[in-house]
């Protein structure tokens, strides 16, 4: 009922939008990097969800991934508190591409499904954060088949000759779970020169959920530092130091170690991810020259290593294992952009990606005293992928009201899997092209027509290619040398609308994800009788989708926001049809927002309706419930209060009715009440 009245709601912004008026200010000024150049929203043929900066300010997110909670076309699924995933048309894990400041979050051993590693992304460290919807293969490379999400932090830049300082602290609590983050940043600089440094503490305690029900296994910890130095200007040559880390010593897999769906006992008595931690360290020079063809010159070399450390034990077994599992991205990017001449801007440059992975597992028998002896890795120890990467992209005024965008991508990539303690092995190399063409039509003002059709693909890596050997089941998995990308297909259709009041977005699209990765068994058995299985590119989806959301100002002191995501999709093998894997339901949020003095009170609704369309893999999963998951309808309450200039305060309160729910897909279901307390202070001059 909730669900079909946010529509309504969302369905009535678009009619109303059909007034005349210029553009809205606000779209203007929101600044995209879609096209890997900055421009306005309205200037960008690809559907794009911004997380403002005063979004990312106003959020008491644990994980990155909560900020992106009820942007359009984002749907949250959390498998363990500490860990997140963004959920982009039906896609996940490494079918999405992750960038932090135009650097590869994406690695070699990234799964395609939810995975941990977006919370090794400080939520505090944020100026901003975009989504772009759909596939973006041509400009941005491997895995961005759902879409592309980009995190920009902040920099330290001053004007004027004189040295100032200024900075912030930031401290908030949350009572359904303990949570207590403290954050300090302080940023000293003059022109041409700036540094600052950031550190963040967080510990979270037991969840309680809906009906005052504490689950265990869900306390975590983590720690994170950010460093930046900014030297030069533009116009000169401006060169950017950055450090970036976090780690969590030890968080537990929630679902691993309690009873999930259709199970009598849990799968492990005992499942830590302990550390996971990840360090960014890049180097970035950026030059305006100002000429037609050469305007703008980046080039940025990456360092990024993440640690993927566990410790296990089955339940009832008295064997604890214990992984390390490190990756090692090496990347060096180069870009350059030109002026608008005859009504084209040009934007091209290259890319190079160098990925090295250690492995290795010990095995302790707890109840003999006995090991650690060494046991076969989760990949082939010395496991590696490479890719070297050219692209272009042209954006074509043909005049006033319309615009032609496009790109190409030529990719070469190498997957190297040693034999290590597997005694097979395997080696792939292939090229790929890829492209896309938008369209925008200024229809009258205020109005925009939107058309896109865009390829992707996702390079097997190292995740998919490393349970080479023996396997489950009494199988053994052979090495595939035909096996071949992952490739998906999008076209989208949307309108994009704006005024001084309103403002929104409605896009349609229809994908085709074809050569999907599955194991298939081979017909034969090796030398011990066990079956022969290996990796085929077998697997297609089909995937369609609606995305809405809107802002409708109401004087001074009101003002409405929505979203709202509808995705269906279909996967078929030779044999069968069934529905896709972890597709999100009907979901959404409505917001109100009233300002009363210097206050301001925010109303969320968020909600979903009941997804019980699941797939063969869906319906065995421990974490979703094989009769579908329950729809829901919370409410959060917010109050801002500014103390001074430079000082406020907000109180939350979280799931006002106490309501018990669980997100798609997730492992755990969603906190209960909560009354959340966050103080923010800065000083010295605002930031630029």
Same mark, same amino acid.
Request: net charge positive; no cysteine; hydrophobic share 35%.
């Given at each position: 009922m909730i669900a079909s009245a946010a529509s309504a709601a969302v369905l009535a912004g678009l009619l109303a939008a059909a007034g005349p008026g210029p553009l809205a200010e606000r779209l203007d000024r929101m600044?995209?990097?879609?096209?890997?150049?900055?421009?306005?929203?309205?200037?960008?043929?690809?559907?794009?969800?911004?997380?403002?900066?005063e979004e990312v300010e106003a959020s008491s997110a644990q994980t990155l991934a909560e900020l992106g909670r009820g942007a359009v076309g984002a749907f949250l699924q959390q498998t363990t508190p500490g860990q997140g995933n963004i959920i982009l048309r039906g896609l996940k894990g490494s079918e999405v591409l992750h960038l932090v400041d135009g650097v590869r979050l994406n690695n070699a051993f990234f799964r395609n499904a939810p995975n941990q590693y977006i919370a090794l992304i400080d939520a505090q460290n944020v100026e901003r954060l975009e989504i772009l919807r759909g596939p973006a293969g041509a400009l941005y490379g491997g895995d961005a088949m759902g879409g592309v999400i980009q995190v920009f932090t902040p920099e330290?830049?001053?004007?004027?000759?004189?040295?100032?300082?200024?900075?912030g602290l930031r401290g908030f609590y949350l009572t359904a779970d303990g949570s207590l983050l403290l954050r300090g940043r302080h940023e000293i600089g003059r022109e041409g020169f700036g540094m600052s440094l950031g550190l963040t503490d967080q510990t979270v305690r037991e969840r309680r959920i809906g009906g005052g029900i504490e689950l265990p296994f869900t306390a975590f910890r983590a720690e994170a530092v950010d460093f930046r130095l900014r030297l030069g200007e533009p116009q000169l040559g401006e060169?950017?130091?950055?450090?970036?880390?976090?780690?969590?010593?030890?968080?537990?897999?929630h679902d691993a170690m309690v009873p999930?769906?259709?199970?009598?006992?849990?799968?492990?008595?005992?499942?830590?991810?302990?550390?996971?931690?990840?360090?960014?360290?890049?180097?970035?020079?950026?030059?305006?020259?100002?000429?037609p063809w050469l305007a703008r010159f980046t080039v940025q070399l990456a360092r990024q290593q993440i640690v993927d450390d566990r410790r296990?034990?089955?339940?009832?077994?008295?064997?604890?294992?214990?992984?390390?599992?490190?990756?090692?991205?090496?990347?060096?990017?180069?870009?350059?952009?030109?002026?608008?001449?005859?009504?084209?801007?040009?934007?091209?440059?290259a890319e190079l990606l160098r990925d090295r992975i250690a492995s290795e597992r010990f095995r302790r028998d707890l109840l003999r005293g006995t090991g650690p002896a060494r046991a076969s890795s989760r990949f082939p120890d010395g496991s590696r992928m490479a890719s070297e990467s050219f692209f272009a992209g042209?954006?074509?005024?043909?005049?006033?009201?319309?615009?032609?965008?496009?790109?190409?991508?030529?990719?070469?990539?190498?997957?190297?899997l040693p034999p290590a303690d597997r005694g097979v092995g395997v080696r792939l190399r292939f090229t790929e092209a890829t492209g896309d063409l938008g369209l925008l039509k200024q229809l009258s003002e205020g109005f925009e027509l939107v058309a896109r059709i865009a390829q992707g693909f996702r390079p097997p890596n190292v995740f998919d290619l490393g349970t080479l050997g023996p396997r489950p089941g009494n199988r053994f998995n052979l090495p595939n040398p035909e096996l071949g990308p992952e490739r998906i297909l999008s076209a989208d259709l949307g309108l994009r609308f704006g005024d001084d009041a309103l403002s929104g $977005? %409605? #896009?349609?699209?229809? *994908? @085709?994800?074809? =050569?999907?990765?599955?194991?298939?068994?081979?017909?034969?058995?090796?030398?011990q009788g066990r079956l022969l299985v290996r990796n085929e590119n077998l697997l297609r989806q089909d995937l369609r989708g609606i995305e809405a959301g809107f802002r409708y100002r109401l004087g001074e002191r009101l003002a409405l926001k929505g979203s709202l995501l509808h995705t269906r999709g279909d996967e078929r093998t030779p044999e069968r049809l069934d529905p896709a894997d972890r597709i999100p339901p009907l979901?959404?949020?409505?917001?109100?927002?009233?300002?009363?003095?210097?206050?301001?009170? $925010? %109303? #969320?609704?968020?909600? *979903? @309706?009941?997804? =019980?369309?699941?797939?063969p893999r869906d319906r065995t999963d421990p974490r979703i419930d094989p009769r579908g998951t329950a729809g829901f309808a919370v409410f959060d309450l917010q109050w801002s209060q500014p103390l001074s200039d430079r000082a406020s305060l907000r109180l939350c309160l979280d799931n006002v009715f106490d309501k018990r729910y669980r997100e798609h897909g997730s492992g755990l279901d969603a906190a209960g009440r909560s009354l959340g307390l966050v103080l923010d202070i800065g000083y010295g001059e605002p930031r630029l």
């Open positions: 600044v995209v990097t879609a096209s890997r150049r900055a421009q306005p929203l309205r200037e960008s043929s690809s559907p794009v969800s911004v997380v403002t900066e330290p830049v001053f004007s004027g000759t004189a040295m100032r300082s200024r900075g060169w950017l130091l950055a450090y970036d880390r976090l780690i969590q010593p030890s968080t537990p897999r999930g769906f259709g199970q009598s006992q849990p799968e492990n008595a005992e499942f830590f991810f302990e550390p996971n931690s990840r360090e960014l360290a890049r180097l970035r020079f950026r030059r305006e020259f100002g000429l296990s034990r089955a339940f009832g077994s008295a064997i604890e294992e214990r992984e390390h599992n490190e990756s090692r991205l090496d990347s060096l990017s180069l870009t350059v952009e030109s002026e608008r001449v005859g009504g084209l801007a040009l934007v091209y440059g042209a954006d074509w005024s043909l005049d006033e009201a319309t615009r032609l965008q496009g790109g190409l991508r030529l990719s070469r990539h190498r997957v190297e $977005e %409605l #896009f349609l699209y229809r *994908a @085709r994800y074809e =050569d999907k990765i599955v194991s298939v068994l081979t017909g034969g058995r090796d030398a979901s959404g949020q409505l917001a109100v927002t009233a300002r009363f003095g210097a206050g301001e009170l $925010e %109303l #969320f609704s968020r909600f *979903a @309706r009941r997804q =019980d369309r699941l797939s």
